[in-house]
C-alpha cells in the first residue's frame, strides 16, 4: 500500500474569531482530502491549541495540517516566547486550563517543539489516528 500525503496550512492573527477560522479550515480540508472521520475530534483539539496561542502568546500563527493514510497531524506555530505549560492534576472545578489535559486525552501523542536556535516560539502539535475499525 503506497503512502499518500495531504497537506494545509494557514496563517492567522491572533484574534477572537481564530480558532473558528482554524476550524473551518480544518472541515474544508478534512472534506477535500475525504477524511470527514477527523473533523470532529480535531475540531475540538485544533481550537484549543489555536485559543491557547491567541490567549497566551498573542502573536500571528500558523496552523499546518498533515494528512499522511491514517494519521493526522494538526500543528500550531506561534512567535510567543513561553512554552505551555500542563498541570498534572487540573481542578474539574476550575474554569480555564483543561485545554492540554484535552488535547492529551484525544490525541495518540503530542509535543511541543521549539523553534531551534536564538529564535523565539514553537509548534505545539499532535497526532490522530483513524478508527481503523470503521
Not at 485544533?46 to 491514517?70: C, Y
Not at 492534576?89 to 490525541?107: R, W
Amino acid at each position: 500500500m503506497s503512502e499518500s500525503a495531504h497537506n494545509q496550512r494557514l496563517t492567522l492573527d491572533a484574534q477572537v474569531t481564530a480558532p473558528r477560522q482554524a476550524r473551518d479550515f480544518l472541515a474544508a480540508a478534512c472534506c477535500a482530502w475525504r477524511a470527514e472521520q477527523f473533523i470532529a475530534p480535531a475540531s475540538l483539539i485544533l481550537s484549543e491549541l489555536v485559543s491557547n496561542a491567541v490567549m497566551h502568546a498573542g502573536t500571528e500563527l500558523d496552523v499546518q495540517l498533515r494528512l499522511t493514510d491514517d494519521v493526522l497531524l494538526l500543528s500550531v506555530h506561534d512567535t510567543g516566547p513561553d512554552m505551555p505549560k500542563t498541570t498534572s492534576q487540573p481542578d474539574p472545578l476550575t474554569i480555564g486550563g483543561h485545554g492540554l489535559d484535552i488535547v492529551s486525552q484525544m490525541s495518540e501523542t503530542w509535543g511541543v517543539a521549539p523553534d531551534p536556535g536564538e529564535k523565539t516560539g514553537k509548534s505545539v502539535w499532535c497526532l490522530l489516528r483513524a478508527d481503523v475499525s470503521c
